[in-house]
């Protein structure tokens, strides 16, 4: 999104900047928390209908957390690499950026360069994620 963009949409919704700051902010929160390998931490994050779209399929919520509870999936590294792309509208926000991370799944080390698109959606004052999606960058 361009300086102009953004200005523009805050003429439209003036809130909208302070939400691409607490999105910002909770993307950064969120990569802190799978890092942590702590699931609960993690599933603070996301709303109970999450779900994770990937070239191998559709995960559920309680399919991810089990791997992180279990051992089999942990992270040592998770990072946003430039600005990421946040569109607000009204209690429903896109997030797209692109991220590297480094994890373990069953004792195996993989690097990942993806982008991810985050659904977000303001509850109760806060934003959890309703669905995430990832593709591998090129």
Do not use: K
Not at 48 to 58: F, I, K, N, R
Not at 59 to 75: C, I, K, M, N, W
Not at 82 to 108: C, K, M
């Amino acid at each position: 999104m361009t300086e102009a963009d953004g200005a523009a949409a805050q003429q439209r919704d003036p809130g909208a900047g302070a939400a691409r700051e607490q999105l910002t902010a909770v993307a950064a929160d969120w990569a802190a928390a799978i890092v942590s390998d702590d699931p609960e931490r993690i599933a603070e994050f996301m709303a109970d209908e999450w779900v994770m779209v990937s070239e191998t399929g559709v995960s559920p919520r309680a399919q991810f957390l089990s791997y992180v509870e279990s051992g089999d999936l942990t992270h040592s590294a998770m990072e946003l690499t430039g600005r990421p792309r946040i569109q607000v509208y009204g209690e429903t926000a896109l997030f797209t950026g692109r991220v590297t991370n480094t994890a373990h799944y069953q004792g195996r080390r993989f690097e990942a360069d993806e982008w991810t698109t985050d659904v977000f959606v303001r509850r109760g004052g806060r934003w959890l994620c309703v669905l995430s999606q990832v593709t591998a960058a090129r």
